[in-house]
């Protein structure tokens, strides 16, 4: 008589490594687990908790500027690399990891008004009020090459593929880093250009913004800007979206910022709010997904490329106004510099803990995260979720700010009620800052 037997290997159900941990074969059947969705609940409202528990961004302070620190960039192949620029005229170029300074020196006479890292020979550029231009390799002290312009240089920025790089100062000029003089001027008005940005994808366009409100659009093939944007109050940065090539996100005066699609920019595609004094600076993430904002309120924010409001704000007591953020290239950090001569590092996730996590932590994170998102909607979890502390200077000026534009509002609402119907149009609030556009 032959007998079948069901027999089951050991290796079946236990882990590899760690024998005396079984697997628990758990029988997903809804109608066994009557209470699956508390108990989810429950476990989304803890994960929610301890994330804001162990919410500690700030990672560490890089000192040795002995003045305010006005400009930094990363570099596009180093990971751990950085420079910054002072308003005493010192470089320096920091190792991310070390937290020290391995290369500085005092580069120029004046205020350092931009730096950037050459894609080409890994080569960094400074520019100055000086009227100067001046490129290192890192390790000497004397520059590689020098360019004197005519009038003093407010921004710089270098070309991804080619050995171009253009400068803002009265003018937006390209010049060759093989020849003395600029081989070619952009000028569309008379005002100071602020800030000049080569898009990284579209490499041949180029966007700047002026004391004048405008924001210009040129186009390197064709030697001839392609479009203005006016704006009721100044920008000061600009920064393209990595992943999509024709939008870019401005900061502005009116303690906002705005994307625009450069084919169409009768009206922006998104608005940040949440800062309540001008907005210095503005970084992309390499994912496209992230900007950070440098503002001159003393707080830094992350913003959701695709939301209107701040996910996260970093400050400390000593911090002062910031004038300078940068995504590290791995989108782990971010990196700012303020007026009071520090490199701060944060890290982009404020409770992400740092170092090697094993194959159990991982599946315990991203269980916790996908519990959170699908419980995002409940009251308790997403007040603990947005819940910050923030400085009292700021939150007075929030509320303030928020009495300001109620009463505006109510005053327009009550306009446009006493007026004959049409003749007061109701602006939406993507269009509210643009003056127009010339093309």
């Not at 880093?177 to 008005?189: K, L």
């Not at 005066?253 to 705005?258: Q, V």
Request: net charge positive; hydrophobic share 35%; glycine share 6%.
């Amino acid at each position: 008589m032959k007998v079948k037997a069901l027999s089951r290997s050991t290796a079946e159900y236990s882990r590899e490594r760690a024998q005396d941990i079984h697997k628990v074969q758990r029988n997903l059947d809804p109608s066994l687990h009557p209470f699956e969705k508390a108990r989810e609940y429950t476990r989304a409202l803890n994960a929610v908790k301890v994330e804001r528990m162990f919410a500690k961004p700030f990672v560490g302070a890089l000192s040795g500027h002995a003045d305010g620190v006005y400009c930094m960039a990363k570099h596009t192949s180093r990971l751990d690399t950085l420079i910054s620029g002072s308003g005493d005229g010192e470089l320096r170029i920091w190792s991310l990891s070390d937290r020290q300074t391995t290369w500085s020196v005092a580069a120029h006479k004046g205020i350092v008004k931009g730096v950037c890292a050459s894609p080409i020979t890994s080569h960094y550029l400074s520019c100055s009020t000086d009227k100067t231009v001046k490129i290192w390799d890192g390790v000497s002290r004397d520059p590689v090459s020098t360019y004197v312009g005519k009038y003093a240089f407010s921004a710089l920025s270098h070309h991804r593929n080619d050995a171009t790089f253009a400068t803002g100062g009265s003018a937006v000029e390209i010049w060759d880093e093989n020849r003395a003089e600029p081989v070619h001027q952009f000028s569309w008005g008379a005002d100071t250009i602020n800030t000049v940005r080569f898009n990284q994808t579209e490499t041949s366009v180029l966007a700047s913004c002026g004391t004048d409100r405008t924001i210009i659009l040129y186009d390197m093939r064709t030697s001839q800007p392609l479009a203005k944007l006016v704006m009721t109050l100044k920008t000061n940065a600009i920064a393209w979206n990595p992943m999509e090539a024709f939008n870019f996100t401005t900061a502005n005066e009116d303690h906002n910022l705005y994307t625009f699609d450069m084919r169409k920019m009768d009206h922006a595609l998104n608005v940040y709010k949440d800062h309540v004094s001008a907005v210095l600076d503005v970084d992309y993430s390499p994912t496209g997904e992230h900007i950070v904002t440098g503002s001159y309120d003393r707080s830094l924010r992350i913003f959701a490329s695709r939301g209107g409001h701040s996910t996260d704000i970093y400050h400390t007591k000593r911090m002062q106004r910031i004038f300078c953020v940068q995504f590290s290239m791995d989108s782990k950090y971010v990196i700012s510099g303020s007026d009071d001569g520090n490199v701060r590092l944060w890290k982009a996730r404020a409770s992400e803990r740092m170092g090697v996590k094993d194959y159990r932590e991982r599946n315990h994170l991203e269980y916790a995260d996908t519990l959170k998102k699908r419980y995002a909607h409940m009251p308790d979890i997403k007040r603990i979720d947005r819940h910050r502390h923030v400085p009292k200077a700021i939150k007075s000026a929030a509320a303030t700010k928020r009495v300001m534009l109620d009463s505006r509002k109510q005053k327009e609402e009550n306009l446009r009620r006493h007026s004959k119907p049409g003749t007061v149009e109701r602006k939406a609030e993507r269009k509210k800052a643009v003056v127009g556009v010339a093309k």
